[in-house]
């Protein structure tokens, strides 16, 4: 899934009108997603991206070093 949604963004973002990127409710381990101008993603409600580098044990109480979603002005 993490694969998916960056392809989307990238696709989303390739469009003149830009577009929404949909996270259905699920858990989704994830590397960095790099968001880009005009597209919007929407987290479901119950959807959760977790970091691939965070221990799932601990992520309720981990603060991450850098953002899982990051934004691109391209």
Do not use: H, W
Request: negative net charge; hydrophobic residues 35%; aromatic residues 4%.
């Amino acid at each position: 899934m993490p694969e998916f949604i960056q392809t989307q963004i990238d696709i989303a973002s390739k469009s003149e009108a830009g577009g929404t990127v949909v996270v259905p409710k699920g858990r989704y381990k994830t590397t960095t997603i790099e968001l880009k101008s005009n597209v919007t993603l929407f987290i479901s409600k119950g959807a959760e991206l977790v970091s691939v580098s965070c221990d799932e044990n601990e992520m309720s109480d981990k603060k991450l070093d850098s953002g899982i979603v990051i934004a691109n002005n391209e």
